[in-house]
């Protein structure tokens, strides 16, 4: 299924970024739906808004990644419920939804963008 996908490209964006959570559907899943609290399995490529850099993929590791949605970040919290297996899907994701503000994290203060494809949910 989507685990024989290959690794998105994520186009650089233009403008500034959003300051509220946006959700795209690149291709819409068929199968089962994943709900708020669910486990998701998922191949995932996370890139900075600002530079267009990747800082994170699970492409590059070369296997899926198994994640209760409870433990990620409110932009994934937010963003993957509603999304079906064999999906695919863009989170723009701002700072407050994210990491917080600068300092903390590495990735505090930055608007991020995930292409995510659902594998399975349980």
Known sequence: MTDNRTKPEIDA????APSDLVIRDLIVG????????????VHYLGVEY????EFDSSWNRGESIQFPLRGLIQGWQ????GMKVGGRRELVI???LAYGPAGGHFLGG?????????????
Do not use: M, R, S, Y
């Open 50 to 53: 600002e530079t267009g850099e």
């Open 13 to 16: 964006p233009e403008g500034p």
């Open 94 to 96: 701002p700072p407050h």
């Open 30 to 41: 068929d199968g089962a739906e994943a709900q708020p609290g669910d486990t998701v399995t």
């Open 110 to 122: 930055k608007t991020l963008i995930f292409v995510i494809d659902l594998i399975d949910v349980a």
């Open 78 to 81: 937010d963003g993957i419920p």
